[in-house]
């Protein structure tokens, strides 16, 4: 371990001189050094000498700048350090909380409900919010797991249905399971008078009809809102006249082109409401994340303020970050070494943590994972005390709700004590003072790694959280810099609702609603953008332009019920069990080549299932039930066209893009692997090329600075190779997405710009606004690249750096020296050169 502490500031961590503290013997630790405990235990099951530094923060220091000025004061990775799989260790400090006094304007009533719910006096953070909405502020709430985000939209709510006989809200969440968790608190409350109800796909039809008629707090999500709401939005006119507050709850989760479709919905809703005479406040609660107010405005087109300083108490924890050993005995793709897995890593550290008889939870990445670690983790524990087995469980999405509410209450009273899950458990489920969180691989946002990390030590001890890092460049990065995970967010949600794939089936949908004014395009849907898609519509037959504005030309239908939100707008394949005709469920048209192919396995509820045959055409695939002891993963074959040039900068020898693409890509085959990434077979695919207009970033290097840095052309193919598929890897941490939403290209010489040259491009038509993210970082972004394939133990390149896991060249070639001093290049070109704009337009 690097003898280098981090210190507490206000905010967050930074980086200290100084020795660390060591651990002392588990069996003598107080209550309050609970976390380091069961880290000691952790360590020992790995064989681990459990006398490790772990630092202490203290009360001082300032702010953390931003990882990437970071990087240099880290030392060079060490391989001897590969043998301790734990790269850091960071004790948190618990923080008190900061109660202020109830408003003035909340009903006694209301004020006396909360605190027969145990909420004597709000937090700061709860006041401050309230505050703003009571007085028809929109704000957006972005504080900590368990800060109580609930209550400053709840306050407001209940005092203004109290004192309003006939005013309306309506709550809005990401998932009908948060929804009912939301709506099951507010009836506890038992306030008379609210008429609360849930509106979902599962409410049944005599249920919505009394919501329509008789509720004023109203619990949904955005695919009701879009398919049933608004298109009948004159059967909804009682409650959408007095519509006092929208309640957007875990807002950060609408982000890309979801997103983007949701963020325009809110635009048809306010505007619809509008028509009827209200003007509702908007409250929108986040996970900490980047720049919240200017995210909330984007959603919700409208001016929102923020409030981010939390005074909720946390307890304190102490964050490991774990990096699996290579096993020399296991060879990946073209001889790569492999590490253990996070999944049987976590299954370990969930079955030590029971038998130290610490209440934990291992989250895993699917559902079929949570099962087999909670498979796992019952194994390990029957050989040390068979009385223990019955107390480990999984969790996951799939269960009925009666069988998820026993587990849960059962693991609030500790009679059960370990739980393998999914998110499922990350939002809206009231689970506290739990010991220990193992995270099985970051989540993919560091939102999403707080909220788990806060399921445990609620109740006021302090608790242990690991990150146990997969075979990934964004978990080789973080595991190797704590302050990248630890300090200021750094991800930004991204949404683009100028998107004209995403806008165009909005605005057809707006017109279907109430005729669009020039007003409406003008102030609510974007102005010439959307003038130009609406142009496009008419010119197209959808939509008619007449002097009062743009007209939906048939009352008979509604094109709500075709436009899937959640998508990507080419439409969906229905997955259907070949032997029973019963349809599993469906994935997006631009992913099923790369997911429902001839051959792939399918995960639908914790069962397998087989592909067997996909018709694109008829947005069919056929499928029938296995259970195989593998895995697959597409490979496929990209090209990448210019189209326009909307941004350009010269630095030197290196010039920066960014601008639209056509990308042709085409499946040619899949690999079938082992839980441990062992490749046991690579099987060709001939499925038809598909094209995508989209955005991206990209970058040019001049030949001969490659030459002079001692990069031969028989190098350049793999070390660009190996550049791209890390960075790939790497935007994530700067903007909130999946690996798998982006994609990208590398070449030694491209036809339109015709030298060396790496794309990351969107893999949504139009964008998701995540290339443009990545060129306005963009060298913050390469620094982290190049941090995680130089921290990387491997020695020529494997999936914790430069591999990738949908390459279609079969990750060949790959030079990681290469690609390291590639970026070297390029990192000090943007740092040496000022930037220098050049010509932007139409390629081709």
Same mark, same amino acid.
């Given at each position: ?11 967050? &961590? ?44 203290? *009360? ?45 304007? *909340? ?14 006096? &709000? ?32 306050? &407001? ?33 038992? $306030? ?125 924890? /102490? ?17 790569? &070494? ?183 395009? *003008? ?100 499928? #029938? ?65 598909? /094209? ?28 660009? #190779? ?22 990208? $290209?590398?070449?030694?010489? #491209? ?9 990351? #491009? ?83």
């Amino acid at each position: 371990m690097r003898d280098q502490a981090i210190g507490w500031a206000g905010d967050g &961590p930074v980086l200290v001189e100084g020795p660390p503290d060591p651990v002392g013997p588990a069996a003598s630790a107080p209550r309050s050094a609970r976390g380091l405990e069961l880290l000691n235990r952790v360590l020992a099951g790995s064989g681990v000498d459990p006398d490790v530094p772990v630092v202490e923060l203290g *009360a001082d220091g300032a702010l953390p700048p931003e990882p990437a000025e970071l990087d240099d004061e880290f030392d060079e990775f060490d391989p001897a350090e590969a043998t301790n799989p734990l790269r850091h260790a960071v004790r948190l400090p618990p923080r008190a909380g900061r109660a202020v006094d109830w408003p003035a304007w *909340a009903p006694a009533e209301v004020v006396e409900a909360f605190r027969r719910a145990g909420v004597t006096r &709000p937090w700061s953070h709860q006041a401050e919010g309230s505050e703003l909405a009571h007085a028809g502020r929109d704000v957006v709430v972005a504080t900590g797991t368990a800060s109580g985000k609930s209550l400053v939209y709840q306050l &407001p709510v209940l005092s203004r249905l109290a004192a309003e006989p006939r005013a309306t809200a309506l709550y809005l969440s990401p998932t009908k399971a948060l929804a009912a968790d939301q709506l099951r608190a507010l009836r506890e409350l038992g $306030l008379p008078d609210v008429r609360p109800a849930a509106l979902d796909g599962d409410t049944p039809m005599d249920e919505r009809d009394w919501a329509c008629r008789h509720a004023r707090w109203i619990f949904s999500n955005p695919d009701m809102l879009h398919r049933s709401v608004l298109p009948r939005h004159g059967r909804w006119a009682g409650f959408l006249r007095r519509l006092a507050f929208v309640v957007v709850d875990e807002c950060h989760t609408y982000r890309g082109v979801f997103g983007s479709h949701v963020a325009l919905l809110l635009r048809r809703l306010l505007r619809v409401a509008r028509r009827y005479g209200a003007r509702p406040t908007i409250v929108l609660a986040s996970a900490t994340v980047a720049r919240p107010a200017e995210f909330a405005c984007r959603l919700t087109g409208r001016e929102v303020r923020a409030v981010t300083d939390d005074g909720s108490p946390s307890a304190g924890r /102490t964050v490991a970050l774990w990096e699996p050993p290579l096993l020399p005995e296991l060879r990946g793709e073209n001889g790569a &070494p492999v590490r253990r897995p996070a999944s049987a890593e976590s299954s370990r550290m969930l079955a030590d943590l029971v038998v130290e008889g610490a209440r934990s939870l291992a989250f895993v990445r699917s559902r079929r994972g949570a099962e087999v670690t909670a498979l796992g983790a019952r194994r390990l524990v029957a050989d040390v005390d068979p009385d223990l087995v019955p107390r480990i469980s999984a969790y996951r999405g799939g269960y009925l709700p009666e069988e998820r509410r026993a587990l849960e209450s059962a693991l609030m009273r500790g009679e059960l004590l370990g739980v393998a899950t999914t998110n499922a458990l990350e939002l809206g489920v009231d689970i506290a003072g739990l010991d220990a969180v193992v995270v099985a691989g970051f989540p993919g946002t560091r939102a999403s790694f707080w909220q788990q990390a806060g399921r445990a030590g609620r109740a006021g001890d302090e608790a242990l959280v690991v990150l146990v890092a997969r075979d990934d460049p964004m978990d080789t990065y973080l595991v190797h810099h704590p302050r990248a995970l630890i300090g200021a967010p750094v991800e930004s949600c991204v949404l683009d609702p100028g998107n004209p794939y995403v806008l165009a089936p909005q605005l057809v949908c707006a017109a279907a609603e109430l005729p669009l004014t020039e007003e409406d395009v *003008a102030d609510v849907f974007g102005g010439a953008v959307a003038e130009e898609v609406l142009a496009e519509l008419v010119e197209d037959g959808v939509l008619r332009r007449r002097p009062a504005g743009w007209f939906w030309p048939t009352t008979r239908e509604q094109p709500a019920a075709s436009v899937d939100i959640r998508g990507s707008g080419l439409g969906q394949v229905a997955l259907v069990e070949a032997g029973t005709g019963r349809m599993l469920g469906t994935v997006d048209g631009a992913s099923a080549p790369g997911t429902a192919h001839p051959g792939a396995v399918y995960l639908h509820r914790g069962e397998s299932y087989v592909v067997d045959e996909l018709d694109l055409d008829a947005g069919v695939a056929l499928v #029938h039930q296995e259970e195989p002891d593998w895995r697959t993963d597409a490979r496929s074959s990209s090209d990448v066209e210019i189209v326009a040039v909307r941004a350009r900068s010269d630095h030197g020898p290196v010039s920066v893009f960014f601008g639209d693409v056509r990308v042709t890509s085409q499946v040619v085959g899949y690999q079938r692997r082992t839980p441990d990434g062992t490749v046991l077979e690579t099987v060709p695919l001939e499925m038809p090329a598909q /094209t995508l207009e989209t955005r991206s970033v990209w970058y040019t290097i001049d030949d001969s600075v490659l030459a002079d840095a001692g990069i031969e052309p028989a190098r350049l193919p793999g070390a660009l #190779h190996a550049a791209e598929h890390a960075a790939i890897g790497l935007l994530p941490l700067f903007a909130i997405c999946d690996r798998w939403d982006i994609g990208g $290209l590398s070449t030694a010489l #491209h036809p339109d710009t015709g030298l060396p040259t790496v794309f990351v #491009h969107d893999g949504h038509p139009g964008g998701a606004g995540l290339a443009e993210r990545g060129h306005a970082v963009l060298e913050r972004w390469l620094r982290a690249t190049r941090e995680a394939i130089r921290d990387c133990g491997c020695r020529t390149g494997c999936p914790s750096c430069v591999q990738s896991p949908k390459c279609g060249n079969g990750n060949n070639p790959l030079d990681k020296a290469g690609a390291v001093r590639v970026l070297d290049l390029v990192i000090e070109a943007l740092a040496r050169h000022p930037s220098r704009a050049g010509r932007a337009g139409r390629v081709g």
